[in-house]
């Protein structure tokens, strides 16, 4: 069986060398990558990506973007994976001249030009974009396109479709982290509900749905509120959990999210602690089972 790098002479192990990617900075102008090439630099970056390295990703999607411009080039699928992957693999603030947000732009764009609006290319390159949006502070803009996103995937799929309410989540988490607390909780609020008279409230992704609703209730300071969704979210699941204590409750707020929601918010924050969403009632509907049971689906 013959091996894609040499074998070693007398006891010595035989080693793999080292993909060497070239940075951008070292290549002219004139340099760029065929189509070919593209799409196999991409797709060594999803699999570095996968093994957790993150850094010879980025090198290697640099070098897939290579002497591309993203105000200037025109509509490529194969460019179009690249930068949406490098947009979302880069960290905000990681790169000065903002290529993240450029690079964006340029897919989201592109595949709307390329695909059209639904196509499943535009949808993920939308998300990206608004995900950068909105680590550059560009919070109307990143609610706007959630916006656009959650409309496209329900003309698409259908308004109860799971990849519709998915980007319900991301549109309340948006709002969220720009300081729209009170929209983003009643958003939420609504979508825990529809999910929840089609799949049941013991559903898994109704549970999910009633941690994230917690998770922003705590950031918003209503820590009471968030501990005691999320005991009922426990009880749904049948965790074995104290229901007189907040302590085995509070950790599973932070971690439901997913979310940056830190102490940041405190200063974008526009909902006083306690005010619950207009239009609802507090606190949404009483889900546990008594006695501590399952109720039945």
């Known amino acids: 069986m013959s091996h894609p790098w040499p074998a070693a002479s007398g006891d010595a192990t035989p080693q793999r060398p080292t993909l060497q990617v070239p940075h951008p900075a070292a290549a002219t102008a004139s340099t760029t990558a065929p189509r070919c090439a593209r799409r196999s630099l991409t797709t060594l970056a999803e699999r570095e990506l996968a093994a957790g390295e993150r850094q010879r990703a980025v090198a290697l999607l640099r070098a897939a973007l290579l002497a591309a ?9 194969d460019l179009i994976a690249a930068a949406t992957l490098y947009a ?3 960290h905000p603030g990681e790169v000065a001249d903002c290529e993240a947000l450029r690079w964006a732009r340029y897919a989201h764009r592109s595949s709307r030009q390329l695909h059209g609006a639904h196509h499943e290319a535009t949808i993920r390159a939308g998300g990206v974009l608004a995900q950068v949006l909105t680590g550059h502070g560009l919070d109307t803009a990143a609610v706007a396109l959630r916006q656009q996103l959650v409309a496209a995937l329900g003309r698409r799929d259908g308004l109860l479709a799971a990849t519709t309410i998915a980007a319900r989540v991301d549109l309340a988490l948006t709002r969220h982290a720009a300081g729209f607390c009170d929209a983003a909780i009643d958003g939420l609020t609504r979508t825990w509900r529809v999910w929840c008279r089609r799949h049941g409230p013991a559903d898994r992704a109704s549970i999910a ?6 998770a922003l209730l705590d950031a918003c300071g209503d820590h009471d509120d968030a501990a005691s969704l999320t005991r009922q979210a426990f009880a749904w699941y049948a965790m074995p959990t104290d229901p007189t204590s907040n302590s085995a409750v509070l950790p599973a707020v932070s971690w439901a999210v997913g979310a940056d929601l830190d102490d940041r918010h405190a200063g974008l924050c526009q909902r006083p602690v306690g005010q619950a969403p207009r239009g609802t009632p507090r606190w949404p509907v009483q889900l546990a089972a008594p006695s501590g049971r399952r ?3």
């Open 209 to 214: 749905l009633l941690l994230h609703l917690a």
């Open 88 to 90: 979302a693999t880069l």
């Open 69 to 77: 411009e993203p105000a200037t080039a025109a509509p490529d699928s």
């Open 295 to 297: 109720p039945q689906r």
